[in-house]
């Protein structure tokens, strides 16, 4: 039977649209979920249902640094370690935050430790996971989740052969204040003989930035772990870490990292609208994270444990594809970047005879920047735009709960933007013209990566490097009115899908809606090489009313989503409050990261809206909502055995501080308009000095969980008069006096650590 010529011109495009499809699917298989094991599950494995049966005492309530709830957690912990035959030890400790870029955080922290032998160690394994919370989480996914898995662990491992290597169980305190307790790890270590080899020593971090998703490897410190990770069936990329490293966020790997050791860092990172919130609980989090993450990092350390730690590989660039990992290292980067600059010149150079136009792919590659722009521009408008029309989202930084209905609807606007560039381009561009455009900014954006960027630069040279194969094998074989060389941009995308559709997906819950102009980028460069999908075109009256129909579909979606994205009880709406007690003057204040609109506490902003960095510096350079409020009767910060003594113009400042017996946090800021701090030492912590002469509140430092009988500090200061600290005391929860309102059901506090129902208590003392 002889096939309709109509059909035949469209069987490249359906064989084209079917390897796409495939190549989707394989490249997705590192990110799906698998289920829950139950508690019959073989002993030898990790079970999630034996996991989350502990979390009733370990994330039942809030349990930040220092409190009551904790010291429980804690004491359960050690029993747990005991009964699996370990022999735990609490390192109690004050540890400095040792922050070069912030104000110093100190805090009486303590870590919980167990060794499991090996039996001819190479180096050491150290399974971690931090076992405060912030003060208003129970912190059921962050970290409590990842603190029952690691018992899990160890019983698993313990069921097994003797390992090689020594694997250490480290439960950390502190994390959520500055990574204390791991930076107190780090100094006890200091003066041994593993300081001499930090690499020797391998860490397995296990954090939760949401109640769900799949686990993810975002951070590699060090070389050499490759083969753990393949193991472990996490996802990764080395562009994630790349990104991670310019961002503000921490984890305990940030301070074993800076020691030396190596490290890998695992996460799931779904439902961060739940992060830091009264309801990352037990009831919201997905069992099938936890199996992912046991699993995951169950399989690392039994990998690891059996390795030869004293040797690393050079794996700089590392990244998932389909169900393995591929890895090379550095100096690899930007030979093989190089190797795609003469791609577009050879192409023309084969293409000269062959129906490919230098002016056509000109055009393409000048025009196509916009696209990228349009895409940077469509993610950050629409962001700003969004924050406008609901206020509330700002609160959460774009962590919100229905992420996907936002994400489509910029997907459906980005098909529009790309399909009215390749319509335009295709103008006096073939299809060939327009993809070996593109292929030329794949080339160039591979060689920006490769200097300033190298962990990401695989996501273009790839791409590039097939690409360029896939057209020239297209203009050696095909004629100019082939139908193959029609969707030949089709058949270049699929390296792109296999290598840049993952990452867009773990970008988008990882950023959220405040930072959702970076996955759109990406996905252009997804999408750019689809449009030839479409070839050959339809009239243009069909393509524009298409595209009409896509744009109104992305701004109905985007604009009935929003309208309809209420709340409920399982999906409270974010509020934010504090009270701030003045207490030289007796003035009470509501303030509030969030405007009017907010229910319940909205209509205690009355005030004109202000900045407090003078009169409570710990508020930060933000402008806040503000209302009066009633003063209520609360404890304030105190001083006492105060000494100073001056030598050489130097006065030494000794005080006692101490703050409120219901404060998880004491912050102390000094005036350095008239003054230099040259150091300081709190509870014997060493503090550098530092602030701007003139600057007002400038230097300053925090303490973490401050003992009921008050913190020592002595400040070193040169300086003329008397110098003036402000000390502000943080407590959760507002006063009853001050008659607080209740929040409803269906809200609840925002993230810590903004504005979230916090009391503020602020006294200034002169020395």
Known sequence: MQVPTTMRKRIPALAALALLLLTAVAALLPLRTSGPRPTSAPVGGFSADRAVARLDTIAKVPHPTGSSAQSDVRNYLVGELRKLGLNPEVQARVAPSHADDAPAVVGSVSNIHATIPGRKPTGRVVLVAHYDSVPIAPGASDDGANVAAILEIARALKTGPQFRNDLEILFTDGEEQGLLGARAFVDAEAGTDRAADPSRTVVVNMEGRGPSGPVVMFQMAGTGLVPAVRASGAFTTSFSAAIYDRLPNDTDLTAFKKAGMRGLNFAFMEGSGHYHTAHDDIARLDRASVQDMGEAALAAVRQLGGTDLSQAGPDATYFSLFDTIVSYPAWLVLPLALATLPGVPVLLWLGRRRGLSPTGVGRAAATFPLTLIGAAVLGSAGWWVLSLARPDFALGEGSVYHLGRYAWGGALLLLVLIVAWYRWTRRKASPLDVVTGVLGWFALLAVLCAVLLPQGAYLFTWPALIGTVVVGVTLRFTGVDSPWRAVTGAFTAVPVVALVLPVVLVLLPALGLALIAAPLVLAVLLAALLPSLLEPLPPRRAVTVGMLAVAVAAAGTLVVGTALDGYSADEPRPVSLGYVLEADTGKATWVSLGDTSQPTVGRLLTGESARYDDRVPSLGDVTLAN?????????????????????????????????????????????????????????????????????????????????????????????????????????????????????????????????????????????
């Open 627 to 767: 209302g009066a409020a009633r003063t209520a009767p609360l404890d304030t910060p105190s001083i006492r055995n105060t000494s100073v003594v001056e030598a050489d113009g130097v006065r030494t400042i000794r005080v006692r501080i101490q703050a409120p017996a219901d404060a998880h946090t004491i912050e102390v800021h000094a005036d350095t308009g008239a003054h230099e701090i040259l150091d300081a030492t709190v509870e014997g912590a060493k503090l550098a000095g530092g602030g701007r002469p003139g600057g007002g509140w400038s230097w300053s430092f925090s303490y973490a969980a401050p003992p009921a009988d008050g913190i020592d500090v002595v400040i070193r200061v040169r300086g003329t008069g008397a110098l003036p600290l402000r000390v502000m005391s943080t407590a959760v929860g507002l006063p009853n006096g001050a008659e607080a309102p209740a929040l409803a059901a269906d809200e609840s506090w925002a993230s810590w650590p903004s504005i979230a129902g916090q009391t503020f208590v602020v006294s200034t003392f002169r020395l």
